[in-house]
């Protein structure tokens, strides 16, 4: 794309327009697969949404360049939602009647607002490691799919990974563990559960809400300096991450003691502390950095290398950027699967539903597809959304991410029960009614 074609995107965006990047149109045709593309590339939240933008369209143009999904073409259009999610219900407003063969709001608001909508439009919602945590039970959320993790996994294996550090889960007994959280529906999501573990394990745990966008934390930080806690965990995103790291240096506060959700856990968080966020760790969604995949090597090679790349070739491979093509990958996988049931031709997004609750991505089919150490298996059902609850930890050495721990599986002994005792909370106050098994056939 010519300089001029770019800029003039970029100024559609910075609007709140849509802008597409589509390989044909910005309109599905009828021969089309059509994938709305909800971003962020302006705003607070802009260094965090980009990458993760150009890792999905970059891998929705790497699907074109190998053909399409079964020699269907792929189209997409991008709208710009600003993080905000009045902002995410008019792009969605504006796109579902385009043929959307999915939504992946990549916003907890915009999906506790989609959610509403998606059962009536009759189109699935990929949240990938975000979005609500009781979700993951099909019977209730038919239309939501958390794959690979929600927050109360990751919160819950967090709690594993501390409890190992310290000899185990009685050890913990006694500890204090602050949760720092983006005072918003994504940063609430893992109180539940932190809540039952403090319960069952002794440790006290404070909450520290931190006002969008996060830029001042002087006064949660001072809180951190009086209680001194034994570990603190971060929910943020965007420049949240880097200004509680840079009050972690300048309080005092061990950086290996800090440890991040998945989204305070990328190369934007950590590269303006530079040396001062060393010994910080994250949990990871499955993947971390992934710079010698080769998923990550074909789409240099098929994409970035004929000058076809969204975003810098100097990022894919990032965490973020990974992160986005993920999320495209289990988009696209979900039509393919529904292809095998309904015909290789376009799929609806009421097909393409049943797809994401059919995905059985083994290990063979992901080393097929070139995700071979980036990712576990993820296999669905109709009670099941997640697919995967497994995660590792990463910590920055001053330069990258390193993986620090082996995978963690998170305690379905005591997820599940809280996941459907919230979806029948939910069920009750919107008047559904849960799935028969016979719903599950079709």
């Avoid at 993951?136 to 501390?162: C, E, R, S």
């Avoid at 074909?298 to 100097?314: A, E, F, R, S, Y």
Wanted: proline share 5%.
């Amino acid at each position: 794309m010519k300089l001029k074609s770019l800029a003039l995107a970029a100024a559609l965006m910075a609007a709140g327009l849509t802008s597409s990047l589509t390989t044909t149109s910005a309109y599905a045709q009828a021969k089309e697969q059509f994938f709305p593309v909800l971003v962020y590339r302006t705003g607070a939240y802009a260094p965090n949404g980009v990458p993760f933008a150009n890792g999905y369209v970059d891998y929705l143009k790497y699907v074109n360049a190998k053909g399409g999904i079964n020699g269907v073409k792929v189209s997409y259009e991008e709208c710009e939602t600003g993080y905000a999610t009045d902002k995410g219900v008019e792009c969605y407003e504006r796109l579902k009647g385009k043929g959307a063969t999915v939504f992946q709001p990549l916003s907890t608001g915009i999906t506790f607002a989609l959610t509403e909508k998606a059962p009536n439009d009759k189109i699935p919602l990929i949240t990938a490691g975000y979005g609500r945590s009781e979700s993951q039970d099909g019977g209730v959320f038919k239309w939501n799919f958390p794959l690979m993790g929600t927050y109360w996994i990751a919160a819950d294996v967090l709690t594993q990974h501390i409890a190992k550090k310290e000899g185990g889960l009685d050890k913990l007994k006694g500890k204090k563990i602050t949760l720092i959280y983006h005072d918003s529906p994504y940063g609430k999501e893992p109180i539940p559960l932190l809540q039952e573990r403090a319960k069952l394990h002794g440790f006290e745990l404070n909450t520290l809400p931190v006002t969008h966008p996060g830029v001042e934390q002087k006064s949660t930080w001072l809180q951190i300096r009086q209680s001194r806690p034994d570990y603190v965990l971060l929910w943020g995103w965007g420049v949240m991450n880097s200004v509680a790291l840079k009050e972690a240096v300048a309080t005092g506060y061990p950086r290996e003691k800090m440890y991040g959700v998945w989204w305070a856990g990328a190369e934007p968080d950590v590269k303006d502390v530079g040396d001062g966020a060393k010994g910080y760790n994250a949990v990871t969604m499955q993947h971390g950095a992934e710079p010698n995949a080769t998923i990550v090597k074909d789409i240099i090679k098929l994409v970035h290398d004929k000058g076809q790349g969204t975003g810098p070739k100097d990022e894919v491979g990032q965490v973020l950027y990974v992160r986005g093509m993920i999320s495209a990958m289990m988009g696209v996988e979900g039509v393919k699967r529904a292809q095998e049931k309904y015909g290789k031709k376009v799929m609806t997004g009421e097909q393409v539903r049943w797809g994401l609750e059919n995905l059985a991505l083994d290990q063979k089919k992901l080393d097929g597809l070139g995700f071979a150490g980036v990712m576990r298996p993820v296999s669905t059902s109709c009670f099941d959304h997640v697919g995967a609850n497994w995660a590792r930890v990463h910590t920055w050495d001053g330069a990258k991410w390193n993986f620090t721990s082996d995978w963690l599986q998170a305690d379905e002994q005591i997820i599940k029960p809280m996941a459907r005792a919230a979806a029948d909370k939910y069920a009750g106050e919107k008047k559904l009614t849960r799935r028969d098994p016979s719903d599950c056939q079709g």
